[in-house]
């Protein structure tokens, strides 16, 4: 999955300081969630690291819903882009799926002391993700990408 992030960030790094960064974060939540991974429970117990992975979830989703989907979006309507945007409704029910996942595991681990499925909950999440990041590097490519050669 890391690899795919490098990937990423190697094809769309540059284009827009916007998506530069918040490809950094999730590379940043990458690191967080394997480091988290290879911790069993009572590491959880005594750290803050479930914590902090929570709160860079929360953090990269909501920019992307916030900050970077809106200006991918209306790059697409400014270039009148009417195929990528029909795409684009697939991939947003794909990302909002994910989000729901994403939230449901921080409202969980931010409300409970109880790990006895974390071990579970993180593989299902590592799952999550790995959809997540396919269907938003998808979006990048379709919405911005498409008209990286108009711009110029």
Do not use: P
């Not at 992030?5 to 590379?27: C, M, P, Y």
């Amino acid at each position: 999955m890391l690899k795919n992030v490098e990937s990423a960030r190697e094809r769309w790094g540059g284009v827009n300081s916007i998506i530069d960064r918040w490809l950094q974060e999730r590379q940043d939540m990458l690191v967080q969630y394997c480091e988290l991974s290879g911790l069993d429970s009572e590491s959880l117990h005594c750290g803050t690291k479930l914590q902090g992975l929570c709160q860079i979830l929360v953090d990269y989703v909501s920019a992307g819903h916030f900050e970077v989907y809106g200006r991918l979006v209306k790059e697409a309507r400014e270039f009148e882009d009417k195929d990528a945007l029909k795409e684009t409704q697939n991939l947003f029910d794909i990302i909002d799926a994910t989000t729901e996942a994403v939230l449901d595991f921080n409202d969980k681990y931010q409300e409970t002391d109880d790990l006895t499925t974390i071990g579970k909950d993180l593989s299902q999440l590592g799952e999550v993700l790995a959809n997540r990041f396919e269907a938003e590097d998808r979006m990048i490519e379709v919405l911005h990408v498409a008209h990286k050669e108009q711009v110029a």
